[in-house]
């Protein structure tokens, strides 16, 4: 299939999970996953009118957007993000969906008043008890939320999680369903705005759509198989 044909097929079966699901389309956007695919496809991608790219490496963003050096496309960093790599997020990305933690916060605040910008977050929410996932533990984050305030710089917009690694679809559900309850306890009690829920990928994007989900980061669904491990 070409890259267009990716895209429609990607496009119609979110169309028909939202119906199933009562939501409506235009509610929830797809986020192209383009890591380990090369500035070439961001490219094609470009050119069927797309302008978001996620990334989960820093510093392969920084190779893509110095060889396409336009200024129209927004980075998206969505992998675990070392401090010592805040400093090219500053200068490249223009949302974050990985923080997860106050020292992050800190030194994102500090070099984007230096560079005299803000930047959109995601609080990473841990959504499993898997132990290689990254992420908050989500009974950490309504006070996360309350530290963040202090910091001007920073947009916090939603948040994001990748679910159990499994087969069993009611265990991915219950990891959307409880980031989505997580995001109503602290729009409730802290009034803070939080509109962005980025839950799904490839296999299990419908479930994060009956979830809530208003943000997929599809990858090889869109793409093909990665050609190494993202
Ligand atoms: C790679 C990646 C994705 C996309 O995964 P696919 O299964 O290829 O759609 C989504 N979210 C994160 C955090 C990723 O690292």
Redesign the pocket.
């Known amino acids: 299939m070409s890259l267009a044909e990716q895209f429609a097929t990607v496009n119609d079966q979110v169309r028909l999970a939202c119906e199933r699901a009562g939501r409506d389309p235009q509610q929830v956007a797809v986020l192209p ?1 383009s ?1 380990t695919f090369g500035h070439e496809v961001v490219r094609q991608a470009m050119a069927l009118g797309q302008r978001r790219f996620a990334e ?1 490496r820093v510093q392969e963003m920084k190779e893509k957007a110095l060889v396409l050096n336009d200024s129209s496309i927004d980075w998206v960093i ?2 675990y993000l070392q401090t010592n790599k805040v400093k090219e997020v500053v200068r490249y990305a223009a949302e974050l969906q990985s923080l997860d933690r106050l020292d992050l916060a800190q030194a994102l605040d500090k070099r984007l008043q230096q560079a005299g910008r803000s930047l959109d977050v995601l609080v990473q929410v841990k959504s499993s008890q898997e132990e290689n996932k990254t992420g908050m533990a989500p009974e950490l984050v309504p006070q996360f939320l309350k530290a963040l305030h202090d910091y001007d710089t920073l947009n916090v917009k939603g948040f994001m999680t ?1 679910a159990e690694n499994t087969s069993d679809p009611k265990r991915v559900r219950r990891c959307f369903e409880r980031v989505r309850l997580l995001r109503d306890q602290c729009q409730n009690e802290l009034g803070d705005a939080l509109p962005v829920l980025s839950m799904g ?3 299990d994007f419908a479930l994060a759509i009956q979830e809530g989900s208003t943000q997929l ?5 869109l793409f093909g198989q ?1 050609p190494r491990a ?1």
């Open positions: 996953v890591k989960n969505i992998g990748v990928m490839s296999s980061r599809i990858g090889s669904a990665r993202g």
